[in-house]
């Protein structure tokens, strides 16, 4: 097990290269499923819930290279069908294999994801939408058994507006026969590469980008190749890095398009920021960091990954902020830990009320999700003194060798073994 210890208060400076995006990767690989030739992901990023859908799809019967960022899948040899409970249970995303392998193959097994770090997270919108696809779903033993002796084109329309379950439909209906429709589909970047994805294999969809996605089936797919989107959370979490050491720093290679809902958020707090191209240029340097208050929503709105960040931040504004998530309603296991820090928090329902300190200081904490670990690290940085970080094996499931990334820009972090748990 690591740890991070983080001596806080450094200036950050320089420049830093964004990684691909976790999110769609987890779904861009599975949808190679679809297919049984040669498909390759470029800008993959190395990280261990990447490492974890490539195994699962290897014991499917995928062949799997991966080397500098480029991934090669080869899918002509599927032996199996099966997510087992041992893949599902480290990574829910496990069930993006459903939907293409009850295309493919009419039958899946996929074991049911159980709750997480934050509360349940249902995947009762996956599963009607496959039998709304005409496949027969039951559950057995903790397994979903997906059926179908060929999927049929269908209406489909989802009362809440869901990622995972977006992409599942999506992948199921490319091989069904006859038009399929998906209203109130998400519109996440990551779902708009993966229905690009899509496309480049042979499927036919029209409405790429918007909530009414159309979906004519074809008998079958070839491989692809397609060029991953930058990381939207990491940019995110980066430049709140840089906002909150009231540093000067660049990012290379985003895409700022995908996070409009980010920027206009920290530039209302006081930074500065020009966006050239790839490159993003935040300044922060002599602010005072406003209370601004934020809502997560579907994208384009201020997306809940960045909620436990934007909370960081706002420990140390010069004013109060309230910070309210939409899409889950429990996810504030980073509030007692920022509280250990001399964070002034409160948390009422699906709401936290931020009061800014002048400072924080530094102590021991522990991860409990993804996003919660990348807010201590931000709160470390900033805060006098040493922070410790335990368990950041959550954090090692999504961001790429965060730790290097924030030494080049002149962080004092350093990843170190520990026992403690
Ligand atoms: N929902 C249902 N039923 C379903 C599916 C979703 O009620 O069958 C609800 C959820 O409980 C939630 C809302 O719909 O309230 C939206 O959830 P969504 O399905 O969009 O989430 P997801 O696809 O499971 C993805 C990301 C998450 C990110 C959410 C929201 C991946 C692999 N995961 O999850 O990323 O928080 O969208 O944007 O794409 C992370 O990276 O840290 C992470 C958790």
């Not at 040669?38 to 819930?49: A, K, S």
């Not at 069908?81 to 993006?96: D, G, L, N, T």
């Not at 042979?202 to 692809?224: H, M, P, R, S």
């Not at 050239?276 to 002599?286: H, I, K, T, Y």
Request: hydrophobic letters at 40%; glycine letters at 8%; aromatic letters at 6%.
């Amino acid at each position: 097990m690591d740890k991070f210890v983080i001596n806080g208060g450094q200036k950050l400076k320089g420049t830093v290269k964004i990684s691909g995006a976790k999110n769609s990767s987890l779904a861009l690989i599975p949808a190679t499923l679809l297919n049984t030739s040669e498909n390759t992901i470029y800008n993959t990023p190395e990280v261990n819930d990447i490492h974890t859908m490539i195994k699962l799809l290897s014991n499917l019967g995928a062949e799997a290279e991966f080397n500098n960022h480029t991934l090669k899948l080869n899918t002509n040899y599927i032996s199996s069908q099966v997510a087992p409970y041992e893949h599902v249970k480290k990574m829910r995303a496990s069930v993006y294999v459903l939907g293409p392998l009850l295309a493919k193959y009419g039958y899946a097994k996929v074991s049911m994801p159980g709750g997480c770090a934050w509360g349940p997270r249902p995947i009762n919108l996956h599963l009607e939408a496959m039998k709304k696809l005409g496949a027969s779903i039951e559950l057995e033993e903790g397994y979903i058994i997906a059926k179908s002796s060929g999927l049929r084109g269908a209406k489909i329309h989802f009362d809440i507006s869901s990622v995972g379950a977006t992409g599942n439909a999506l992948m199921a209906a490319v091989l069904a026969k006859g038009t399929t429709s998906i209203s109130n589909a998400a519109i996440e970047p990551e779902i708009t590469i993966l229905a690009n994805f899509l496309k480049e294999m042979g499927a036919k969809i029209n409405g790429i980008g918007t909530t009414f996605l159309e979906i004519e089936g074809v008998e079958q797919l070839d491989g692809a190749s397609i060029e991953n989107i930058p990381d939207r959370i990491e940019t995110g979490t980066l430049l709140v890095a840089g906002a909150m050491t009231k540093s000067k720093i660049t990012l290379d290679c985003v895409n700022y398009e995908h996070i409009e809902s980010i920027l206009t958020k920290l530039q209302e707090s006081g930074a500065k920021i020009i966006c050239n191209n790839n490159l993003l240029e935040l300044d922060c340097e002599n602010i005072n960091i406003s209370g601004v208050d934020v809502t997560t929503a579907v994208y384009p709105g201020f997306p809940t990954d960045m909620q436990a960040q934007w909370i960081a931040y706002m420990a140390l504004s010069e004013g109060t902020a309230t910070i309210t998530d939409t899409i889950y309603y429990d996810r504030f296991n980073h509030v007692p830990e920022l509280i250990r820090l001399g964070a002034k928090i409160e948390v009422t329902n699906n709401s936290a009320f931020v009061k800014g300190v002048k400072k924080l200081k530094g102590a021991k904490v522990m991860s409990t999700d993804l996003r919660a670990s990348a807010c201590l690290v931000l709160a470390g940085l900033a805060a006098e003194g040493t922070t410790e970080v335990l368990r950041i094996y959550h954090l090692d499931r999504g961001y790429q060798r965060i730790e290097e990334k924030l030494r080049s820009l002149g962080a004092d972090i350093e990843r170190l073994p520990t026992s403690e748990f």
